[in-house]
Structure formats: C-alpha cells, structure tokens
C-alpha cells in the first residue's frame, strides 16, 4: 500500500496465506463473538496512524511559530479549504474516467469549475490584504490525514496528485479500516459480554434449581422423621393405656431400679 513512499516499511514480516484467510473468515462466521484477531489488527493499525497524528501535530507547532493576522489566516484557510476541495474531486474525476464512468467523472468536473473559480476570487482577496512584502512568502498547511504539507499556492495539478496519490489514498484506508474495525470490535466485545452474562445467569438458575431441589428434598425427610415420630409416640402412649395398674406399676418399679 504504501510502496516507494517516505513510509515504507519495506515487505511484512508476516505470513500471507490464502488458506489461512479463509480458515479465519470460516472461524469468523461461526464464533462471531471472539474478537481476538480484529482486536490485535486494530491495536497495530492504531498504532501506525498514532504516529502519523503525531506528525500532523508537530507540523502545526512549527506553522504557528510564524502566524497570520486571524483575518488573512481565515482567508488563506478558506483557499486551502477550496484547494482541498478540488484536488479531491479531481483524483475522483480520474479514478471514474479509468473505471469507464465518463458521465460521472464530467459532472465532477463541471463541480471542478466552480471550486476553481471560487478559488481565484478568493486568492485575489487575500493578496490585495497582504502586505507587498509578504506577497512570494510561502504558507503551508499540514493534511489532516498524512501529515503531508501543503501550499497555499499549490497548483490543481498538484493538489490532484497529492489527494489521489499513493500516500495519502494509503492513510485514508487505513484510518476507514481502523472505524471499521472499531465498530467491529466494540459489537463483539458487546455480543461476548450479553454471551457471559447469559451463561452467569444460566449457572445462576442452576444452582438456585438445585438448592431448592435439595430444600424440599429435606423438607420431605424431616416431615417423615416427624411423622414417624408421631407414630411411634402414638403406639407408645396406646400401649400404656393398654396395660393394667399392677403392670403400670411394676413398669414403675423397675424403672426406678434401673436408676
């Protein structure tokens, strides 16, 4: 992707292989809560656009060490903005005219037309504010998404290669890439957890089943210790009535032996 530019990185380390692309997409669809691998592609991503973010932010430094007046900046950002504008259109006006949409790639370039000319009215406002001193001074601003600088007197031509060229088509997937994987991770990341709780809640009403299965199971014991019990105090007290008071007594008696 990024091939013969000021960030290659030369070739990947890593195994490239068909096959195991497939096993993964095979292993995606059916555990599509394991986030594991998006999760370390998404950690490297972020790390490789951190360090482009860290670039933009050092450029600005340096830009504001020399500062415009804030209402020549709003003036030269609005010619930047424009400038933007038309590189974009115009390296999507190629790509459509290579791809055989002729009839898309013209109605960008009648948009083109206009940005051009908002363009040029706008140049000649901010150099009729400019001081004649000031006039062949360069001013640049960084790309939000390479960390590229650009000038405010970049040509379309210019401006065209730079937003359709290699480096920063290359930033703009990687950082697409990295909101997609987020998004991707965050729903896996959500599904797993919904999957955890489900199963705690599962094992939750197991055991709660099985306490109250060993609850009644005690229940039922008890209550046939208790009427055994009964019973037998029953018989007990039956017998006693039963027997004579010379036989109550010699029961008495040989109790009180026994003592």
Do not use: W
Not at 117 to 126: F, H, L
Request: charged share 45%; hydrophobic share 25%; with cysteine.
């Amino acid at each position: 992707m990024f091939t013969n530019t000021k960030v290659d990185a030369g070739s990947c380390p890593l195994v490239h292989s068909v096959s195991l692309r497939d096993d993964y997409q095979k292993l995606a669809s059916k555990d599509d809560d394991d986030y594991r691998v998006e999760e370390e592609v998404l950690m490297s991503l972020r790390s490789f656009v951190k360090e482009c973010d860290r670039k933009i932010s050092h450029g600005k430094k340096r830009l504001e060490e020399n500062p415009l007046p804030p209402e020549l900046q709003a003036k030269a950002d609005q010619i930047h903005d424009l400038g933007e504008h038309i590189g974009k259109k115009l390296a999507e006006a190629e790509k459509l005219g290579e791809q055989g949409n002729v009839d898309e790639s013209m109605a960008l370039l009648h948009e083109v037309e206009d940005l051009k000319y908002k363009k040029r009215i706008a140049e000649e406002d901010y150099k009729l504010s400019l001081p004649p001193s000031q006039l062949q001074q360069q001013r640049l601003r960084v790309c939000e998404v390479c960390a590229a600088y650009l000038s405010l007197h970049d040509n379309d031509r210019r401006l065209a290669d730079h937003f359709g060229g290699k480096l920063h088509m290359g930033y703009v997937h990687v950082r697409n890439r990295v909101a997609e994987l987020e998004n991707l991770v965050n729903e896996k990341r959500e599904r797993a957890r919904e999957k955890r709780d489900r199963d705690r809640e599962r094992d939750h009403d197991r055991h709660r089943d099985r306490d109250r299965d060993r609850n009644r199971d005690r229940y039922h014991r008890d209550r046939d210790r208790d009427s055994r019990d009964r019973r037998r105090s029953r018989r007990s007290r039956s017998r006693s009535k039963s027997q004579s008071p010379r036989e109550r007594r010699r029961h008495r008696h040989r109790d009180s032996d026994d003592y």
